[in-house]
């Protein structure tokens, strides 16, 4: 019983599945035939309207071809009636039109007759101004060699002017060793050492304080380490000898026989005149002034004169002897207080 309920059941199912066969076979065809006659209706919509398009396509034609016969013909009327009213009118346009050429002819020849002036006009302005700019550059030639021979003039008197200024110092300066020559000469015929003694006139165009406070006259006050010191004649600055042999002005009495000093002579010498200075100026420490000079004169010529003789000759002894490597120079000590 139960294999034949398994069975009918299966038979049922088997009927249902072949019904929905046939129920979907048949939808199928029935799509088929809708679409083949949707098909069929849609080629003869398309064929009528083509019909119709094509219809209404021959009678635009026909439209166009009737209205181009009448349009032709009408072009063919007017075209004979325009003949026949140009007759009388092509003379006249032939006589404008020669007319017209001729003027045009004479306006072409007119413009070119006036172009070519101007082209001549402006080559002779392009000539004047090539000329004048040929004048102009021959003056300014001219005016530079005049400037550079006023130019090499102008360095040759320079160097003229140096040369002479030059020479003449030389000279001043010979003339000076030869006056100090012969003052030593003097004074080694002089025999006893007083005949020896000096005075000396110190300057200089610096405004350092220190310098400033060494200017003007000093006097012979002694001897200093087997050389005269000289005292300033109204201040405490000393000038003296170290024994190194470099002359030094100190304003403290103790610092000569420390042999220091705030001015000191830049070489060694039996003189302190005609040599160059250096003053203690910090920060810089001992910078070398050029303007700083010291000039020597004989006490004995000084009494001469003080007795009614001739005016001494202020002299500047130059240094005769080399220059020694420079040793570290010491700065003048400041006095100890009370």
């Not at 299966?10 to 083949?36: H, P, S, T, W």
């Not at 009495?253 to 001015?263: C, D, P, R, V, Y």
């Not at 000759?313 to 080399?322: F, G, I, Q, R, V």
Request: aromatic letters at 4%.
């Amino acid at each position: 019983a139960y294999k034949r309920r398994a069975i009918e059941a299966e038979r049922l199912r088997l009927e249902e599945e072949a019904r929905l066969l046939e129920e979907r076979d048949a939808e199928a065809a029935r799509q088929a035939a809708e679409q083949v006659r949707l098909n069929a209706e849609f080629e003869a919509e398309r064929a009528r309207s083509e019909a119709a398009r094509e219809a209404a396509e021959a009678k635009r034609l026909e439209e166009e071809v009737r209205k181009a016969e009448a349009e032709r013909a009408a072009a063919e009327l007017a075209l004979r009636e325009a003949e026949e009213r140009s007759t009388a009118e092509a003379a006249e346009a032939r006589r404008l039109a020669e007319e017209q050429a001729a003027e045009e002819k004479r306006l072409a020849q007119k413009r070119a007759a006036a172009e070519q002036e101007a082209l001549i006009a402006a080559a002779a302005a392009a000539a004047a101004e090539a000329l004048r700019a040929e004048e102009k550059a021959r003056e300014d030639a001219k005016a530079a060699a005049a400037a550079l021979a006023a130019e090499v003039a102008a360095k040759l008197a320079r160097e003229k002017a140096s040369a002479e200024k030059t020479a003449a110092e030389t000279a001043e300066k010979e003339r000076l060793r030869m006056q100090a020559e012969a003052a030593r000469a003097a004074a080694a015929k002089a025999g006893p050492r007083e005949s020896l003694e000096w005075d000396l006139m110190v300057s200089s165009k610096n405004d350092d304080n220190v310098v400033a406070a060494a200017l003007g006259i000093y006097l012979q006050d002694g001897d200093a380490h087997g050389y005269p010191k000289f005292k300033h004649e109204a201040g405490p600055a000393t000038v003296y000898r170290s024994p190194s042999g470099r002359w030094m002005i100190t304003s403290a009495e103790q610092n000569i026989q420390l042999s220091k000093g705030t001015i000191i002579s830049k070489s060694t010498s039996d003189y302190p005149c005609g040599l160059e200075y250096r003053y203690f100026s910090p920060p810089t420490n001992w910078p070398l002034d050029q303007t700083f000079k010291i000039k020597c004169r004989l006490s004995q010529e000084k009494k001469e004169v003080e007795k009614g003789g001739s005016a001494p000759e202020t002299m500047s002894l130059d240094d005769e002897e080399e220059e020694e490597e420079e040793p570290d120079i010491p700065a003048e000590e400041e006095d100890p207080g009370p």
